[in-house]
């Protein structure tokens, strides 16, 4: 009912956000004197704040039409090569020359939390241009009709199996946020089953891999509901006459309220400053404040199943790092991994996924060697600048792109003896010494969990909320030389 409530709401403001698109129109029009003035100006900015703060904001385009590779220009166009009911698989395919070399082909598996695909926008523009990007684009539960039957985790991972399929043998693979458990699951079984498609190399960032360590303030609000709670409060049926008509869903309205929750006054200054940009006639910040603002409240649901078994098995029963995550029947195993190397990244700052639940990780896959892990925390970032933003394409892109190139197979053809340090050495004709080491990503750590922690509580706005914390727009922050301390990674100090 609250669904449908919220749907006749939004029916019921359409002439007065058509009225008021109207007015703006009238009194930003330069042949009008009002327009001219302060009152004018005042009107039109007051209306676009209306009209944009009530509308409901459709999926947003990635946008990216070409790319800058070796130096030159070229077209990306893109193109669906894979799809199922509830995912697309995206390809930028890039106009290269012919008989130039291929580059490595990057899996990027984006959050089904909430927001689409595009919003890792400015990911796959920095990797773009050293690798064949690919992308999972996941489907509106509410556009999905019944008949398509359901979508749960098990079926996430099998459809990250498929694409994997699709792609063929040396796709490497990326989880952003919420995919970091299916995708380790999808590979540990893969690497199990000595599947020949596993990838050879798996990076994992700001994901909640053992949500007991560094909980935040959101983990504990989390850990204060069962799933039943969840069940009863959050999920409801899509309304008509919507095609998914009465799917169960966690609608993305109830994860936008939860993520503009966490931060209401940072919002509520970002619409005030907005207004004050209009009528000053400050073009750029205002247009920095739409682009942004058209992606995050840009939301789609989630179907029940899927929504509610992320729930219970990440956050609440903490089964991957307790050893007791089943895939239809079988027992995920990490600790199978071993050819796949894994890289994990983290923000200092992140207030979504704890510091030290990605590299949980580390741990729970034992048996990958030391010289095929590395592990790397971005200073100065929270949620958001793990895979968007100044520091990561200036620190985080091109370690992604040195791991990716140090592990792939198509180029390296390492061997089991050899490791991956020396083929790397080879390539380039240095022996260790002369190297001085610069190829080889360093061990990690393991982190170690905290005991007694609680559930991470992103399940409260969604199984993974990777744009809860993330700022309005601001001017790009000056490039700053990374923390000595930071751990060493793809054999550069940070």
């Known amino acids: 009912m609250f669904y449908q409530l919220f749907e006749m709401n939004h029916a019921v403001l359409g002439p007065w956000r058509a009225a008021a698109d109207a007015a703006r129109l009238y009194f930003k029009n330069p042949l009008n004197p009002l327009a001219h003035t302060h009152y004018g100006r005042s009107i039109a900015a007051a209306c676009e704040v209306f009209e944009r ?17 070796g ?24 106009d290269l020359p012919a008989g130039r070399r291929p580059d490595p082909k990057i899996l990027i598996v984006a959050p089904m939390s909430g927001h689409y695909a595009t919003l890792l926008r400015g990911t796959v523009e920095a990797l773009l ?5 690919f992308i999972t684009d996941w489907i509106d539960a509410r556009m999905v009709p019944l008949t398509a039957g359901g979508f749960d985790l098990d079926d996430y991972i099998d459809y990250v199996v498929a694409m994997l399929h699709h792609l063929g043998q040396d796709t490497h693979i990326i989880a952003v946020c919420q995919p970091a458990v299916p995708v380790l699951a999808a590979v540990s079984l893969m690497e199990e089953a000595n599947d020949p498609y596993s990838p050879p190399s798996m990076i994992l960032m700001g994901g909640p891999v053992d949500t007991r360590i560094s909980p935040t303030a959101v983990n504990k609000m989390a850990s204060q509901k069962d799933l039943d709670w969840f069940r009863r409060n959050v999920i409801m049926q899509v309304p008509f006459p919507h095609p998914g008509f009465m799917r169960p869903v966690y609608p993305g309205f109830l994860q936008l309220s939860g993520f503009m929750s966490m931060n209401l006054d940072r919002h509520l200054n970002a619409q005030r400053e907005f207004y004050g940009h209009l009528i000053v006639g400050d073009g750029d910040s205002a247009e920095k404040h739409r682009d942004f603002y058209d992606e995050y409240l840009a939301v789609m649901d989630l179907s029940a199943e899927f929504y509610l078994q992320t729930v219970d098995t990440v956050f609440i029963r903490h089964s991957l790092p307790l050893g007791a995550m089943m895939h239809r ?16 990244v983290e923000g200092e700052l992140d207030d979504i996924t704890g510091k030290g639940q990605t590299q949980a990780a580390h741990r729970l896959c034992a048996n990958i060697p030391d010289v095929r892990r590395a592990d790397y925390v971005q200073s100065k970032v929270g949620h958001y600048g793990v895979f968007n933003g100044s520091r990561f394409r200036a620190e985080i892109a091109p370690r992604i792109a040195d791991f990716v190139m140090t592990f792939n197979r198509r180029d390296a053809k390492l061997s089991e003896t050899a490791g991956p340090v020396v083929a790397a050495l080879k390539a380039k004709d240095l022996t260790p010494e002369q190297d001085g080491g610069a190829s080889a990503p360093a061990p990690s750590a393991e982190p170690a969990p905290s005991a007694g922690a609680a559930p991470d509580a992103t399940a409260v706005a969604a199984p993974s909320a990777e744009t809860a914390s993330a700022e309005p727009p601001k001017p790009a922050a000056a490039r700053r030389k990374p923390a000595a301390s930071t751990r060493k990674s793809i054999g550069t100090e940070v």
């Open 53 to 69: 703060s009530t509308r409901r904001y459709g999926k947003p385009e990635f946008g990216l039409e070409t790319a800058l590779v």
């Open 71 to 94: 130096g030159t220009r070229v077209a990306v166009a893109e193109r669906v090569v894979w799809e199922k009911p509830f995912a697309r698989l995206v390809h930028f395919e890039r």
């Open 129 to 133: 241009p050293r690798h064949e990007i």
């Open 329 to 344: 029947g079988h027992r995920v195993n990490p600790a199978a991994i071993r050819k796949t190397a894994l890289l994990t």
